[in-house]
């Protein structure tokens, strides 16, 4: 029988970890410990406890043997196929989607590889689901980063933040820029506030780097061939296109000089496939209360974040601060995480010579712990 499947999910695991530059060495970041697995174990978790049974991870050339024998250590029954990059050139993300692209024939779930999340991932997607969305993002509202402060000399690099407006009626994700693009003031375009009428702005969300897009958003990319990042290029993009409206036939058209048709927008791709126009019409469901407004206000594009409340647990090991405060909550976290309570602290290949060891630590693989020590 042949099987239908309604996502297929990626991985992406080829970041160098530029802001971790004294923590892994010659390690990956993707293969950084954090509790007894590495990170990228996480997200291959995250993805198995809702049900895929496969997903593709994007490595580094260079790191592809390495990561190989690290998740063959690691309790995992979802299929991965490692694809591996070129390791000597700077690809972005969205360059590695683009080298993936024929292998994808359904929508996508895009992860990132040093993401730790006890969020059940189901209600990303029932979201998009709902709303038969063009994009759902995820974000988390865990409010100030107290992973900010660290021992040592102070830590003088200012955090990326995002701007991020979302409608609280409906949770359309409706305005996404960085704020370093901003020196003052911020401008809400008029369109955006007098389309939705009860905007929310967030300026300290965490960015889960969790996506779930349709195929034709590959299509779209691959054919403008301009998109080196996902977040900082191709996301905006989408988001901003949705205040736009689709062109008239007679003004879509136009040809160079050799009579090659020229670039089409993202109105020829983001279609409506099959009867969704014409349930939607004959449906009296309408995401606005009292029906004030046409359903979805007539967007063939539309983008939604989910933000969970402020106890879940979120967090993206890509800098200093984040690895070491994802190692000191992992425990207290683990069941949640995973399910099931940790068994076993001590790896099997460690050497502990101690029994001075908290509770809430893990001792990881060819460690030594000597006598007369306390962790």
Not at 206 to 216: E, Q, S, T
Request: charged share 25%.
């Amino acid at each position: 029988m042949h099987k239908i499947l309604e996502f297929q999910a990626v991985v992406l695991a080829a970041g160098k970890g530029s802001r971790l530059p004294d923590v892994g060495g010659s390690v990956s970041k993707c293969l950084l410990p954090v509790g007894p697995y590495p990170v990228l174990w996480y997200s291959l978790n995250m993805l198995e406890k809702v049900g895929f049974q496969e997903t593709m991870i994007v490595v580094l050339d260079e790191d592809k043997s390495n990561i190989l024998n690290a998740l063959e250590n690691c309790p995992l029954k979802i299929k991965y196929e490692l694809i591996d990059i070129p390791s000597e050139e700077d690809w972005g993300t969205a360059n590695s989607l683009k080298y993936i692209s024929n292998r994808v024939t359904t929508d996508l779930v895009v992860v990132s590889g040093d993401l730790i999340t006890n969020i059940n991932l189901n209600e990303v997607l029932n979201l998009y689901r709902k709303h038969d969305a063009a994009l759902t993002t995820l974000f988390f509202n865990n409010g100030p980063e107290e992973w900010q402060k660290l021992p040592g000399l102070p830590n003088k690099t200012k955090p990326d933040r995002d701007l991020v407006c979302v409608d609280e009626e409906t949770q359309r994700l409706v305005f996404l820029a960085s704020a370093s693009d901003f020196e003052g003031n911020v401008s809400i375009p008029k369109l955006l506030v007098k389309k939705f009428e009860s905007i929310n702005m967030y300026s300290r969300l965490l960015d889960a780097h969790v996506y779930v897009m349709k195929k034709w958003i590959i299509n779209y990319f691959i054919d403008a061939d301009r998109f080196t990042s996902i977040k900082g290029e191709l996301i905006p993009l989408i988001v901003k296109k949705q205040l736009s409206k689709p062109k008239n036939p007679a003004e879509k058209k136009g040809t160079s000089e050799k009579n090659v048709e020229l670039f089409k927008d993202i109105f020829y791709y983001a279609v409506d496939q099959g009867y969704e126009s014409k349930i939607r019409q004959m449906s009296a469901y309408n995401d606005h209360k009292l029906g004030s407004k046409p359903v979805y206000c007539n967007d063939t594009l539309r983008c939604y974040a989910h933000i969970p409340d402020k106890n879940t647990f979120g967090i993206r090991v890509n800098t200093l601060s984040s690895f070491c405060l994802s190692n000191k909550k992992i425990i207290s976290q683990w069941k949640d995480l995973t399910g099931s309570p940790l068994t076993d602290r001590l790896h099997p290949n460690s050497e502990v010579k101690t029994k001075q060891i908290d509770e809430t630590c893990t001792v990881g693989e060819k460690s030594v712990v000597n006598e007369k020590t306390s962790i």
